[in-house]
DNA sequence: CGCGATGTAGATGTGCACAACATGGAATCG
DNA sequence: CGATTCCATGTTGTGCACATCTACATCGCG
């Protein structure tokens, strides 16, 4: 038995914790929701204590914030540390091409052809959470161009814990969908070219490159 | 009341779990130690309930891994990802002293000053948990010279991820308990100074340096 | 004697009832 | 009429009993 009717307690709680730190990240909660424990655990067909467990290790990841007798809602998150976390991932963009690269093998390379795809098949009108989905899936995939677990996993923590304020000011309109979509499509273009030459640190660096420009265009636009 | 009469929910879960953290950084409690969810309960004076989500905590930040059935269990590190922690924390290192550096304040000189103390304060039979002790106040003091909350918290995560492996090989008799203090009092006195001439960006590169060496240290001692 | 099935002890995981707490509104007193 | 007190309500936090699972010893069979 190697299909979804093996729940063991492991599974059920990376399935929960999956499902609602997309939800997070996708906006699906907006920051400053307050979320029910009764009715999540409802949900996923498990009594509050699992659930308790699986909101406390969001909390942990700094997504979610309980407050006793009042509720747990998820985080909003500071300009000046926003700000401070794309610096700092600016760096770590750097690091990823410079610490134990390896080369995509055959997977990765299918995975990158099916995201360009993806990347290239949005119209005049594209759907949001489409994108934001294609989005997290990218940063994901390139992230596999490291061998380097911590690095990738510190990556993934500050990914998911600011990727949503950005995504949040898309969604408000304050930038125009589309144009961010064109500009997306041409950074994974750049970086799958990159690839193919063989260099990874290039690639890291056109990834830094986009990092640091949308962040300067959600800063202009927040101020706008 | 400000006192420690006044103990809220949230201030026993960060107790228990500041102590939790120590003991398995400090080596009070080894790699693959099995801990007793009861034991530790009747020691804290609660349930299991609130003790389990503070080790539910730790192992978000892997320092503990719970196997339903079996145990809790303090976790080990593969030499492999020790060493991608150690290449990561040094470039991170010198990223504290180029990302948002912060002089140091009239509390940090005090502290400073202390922990110079401290560290001259050995003989020629240190002892081991002191000296534990003493490297973990110096580096959360020395974290205190960014102002980068993301970063800080991503090395002290780093930190008490991989201090242990280390503190256990100079324990174990592997490498020189007295040199390494020595070595160490060195380190403190060329960074205080460096911060006294104002330059933080040196004081970051003297501890980096220090990091590689240590670790280099370790892996000799390892293989020997 | 070898070896597999089985039972048992002890661990973590789960469900549920209740306690502790914060919030908002109604009742009450000045 | 306003401020204050009190309480009703809903939320998270806690304690406890039980379910589930694993490792190990023990028994029984070939």
């Known amino acids: 038995m190697t299909d979804a009717a093996t729940a063991s307690a492991r599974d ?4 929960m914790h999956a499902i609602l730190r997309n939800r997070i990240c996708l906006l699906d909660y907006a920051p400053g929701t307050r979320l029910s424990e009764e ?5 996923f067909g498990v009594s509050r ?8 290790r969001l909390e942990g990841e700094g997504l979610l914030q309980s407050v006793h ?3 747990t809602f998820v985080t909003d998150v500071e300009v000046e540390e926003l700000a401070q976390t794309y610096r700092l991932r600016l760096e770590l963009a750097e690091l990823t091409g410079r610490l134990d690269p390896v080369a995509p093998d055959a997977a990765l390379w299918a995975d990158l052809r099916a995201l360009l795809d993806r990347a290239r098949g949005f119209g005049a009108d594209p759907d949001p959470r489409a994108y934001a989905e294609l989005i997290m899936d990218v940063f994901l995939a390139l992230l596999r161009l490291t061998a380097n677990e911590p690095l990738r996993e510190i990556c993934e923590r500050l990914y998911f814990r600011t990727t949503r304020i950005w995504l949040k000011s898309v969604f408000a309109g304050r930038l125009d969908l589309a ?4 500009v997306f499509r041409r950074e994974v273009e750049d970086i799958v070219m990159a690839l193919q030459v063989g260099d990874l640190h290039s690639a890291a660096l056109i990834q830094r490159a986009h990092i640091s ?11 706008g």
Chains 1, 2 share one sequence.
């Open 12 to 15: 059920r709680f990376d399935r």
């Open 39 to 43: 009715a999540l655990a409802a949900e």
């Open 49 to 56: 204590t699992p659930l308790r467990r699986v909101l406390s």
């Open 69 to 71: 007798g009042v509720g």
């Open 179 to 182: 144009s961010e979509v064109d």
């Open 213 to 223: 420009m949308s962040f300067e265009r959600m800063r202009r636009g927040l101020s």
